[in-house]
């Protein structure tokens, strides 16, 4: 890889970068059509002419690309939550044996993690997060009081 070439083509990035910021400082490149909310008269960061032109590359975005950090964090998670895998559905023989696993220890070692993984045909972080949600359930179960049945009203009454 010639890096002479690379970076002096990254110095002309830079420059022609420079250059568009020159210009918007003297009103020359006025944005238009700016879909996010708030300031008007933020700077549009200017993609270089071959990323442009060649849309295989990078897909041209529905809206021009701003310095807004929260409207880019925003579209972002947009972004994320569409890719986010469905959520994971247990069969009764891996409940079974994770309720088995959590009844015998809250916590799980590592590498008692990793065999359990393979038994069920499970990932180690699906095992990670089934335990957490367990001993967030068990938890909250302990801190709700139990119902008292009429038997057991019956019981106490007859002690006093």
């Not at 420059?15 to 996010?36: A, P, S, T």
């Not at 994770?98 to 393979?118: C, D, G, I, M, V």
């Amino acid at each position: 890889m010639n890096y002479g070439t690379m970076f002096a083509s990254i110095d002309s990035l830079v420059r022609e970068e420079k250059k568009d910021n020159d210009n918007e400082k003297k009103g020359d490149n006025k944005i238009k059509n700016n879909i996010f909310p708030g300031n008007p008269n933020l700077p549009t960061l200017q993609l270089p002419q071959f990323l442009n032109t060649n849309s295989h590359v990078i897909p041209q975005l529905p809206f021009p690309i701003h310095c807004d950090p929260v409207a880019l964090t925003l579209w972002n998670w947009q972004q994320w939550s569409r890719m986010r895998r469905p959520r994971t559905t247990f069969t009764s023989e891996q409940l079974m044996k994770l309720e088995n696993q959590f009844a015998e220890t809250k916590y799980l070692s590592r590498p008692r993690r990793y065999r359990l993984a393979q038994e069920l045909c499970l990932s180690e972080t699906q095992i990670k997060i089934w335990f957490q949600n367990r001993r967030m359930k068990s938890r909250r179960n302990a801190l709700i009081p139990l119902p008292i049945s009429e038997n057991d009203k019956i019981n106490n009454d007859e002690r006093k």
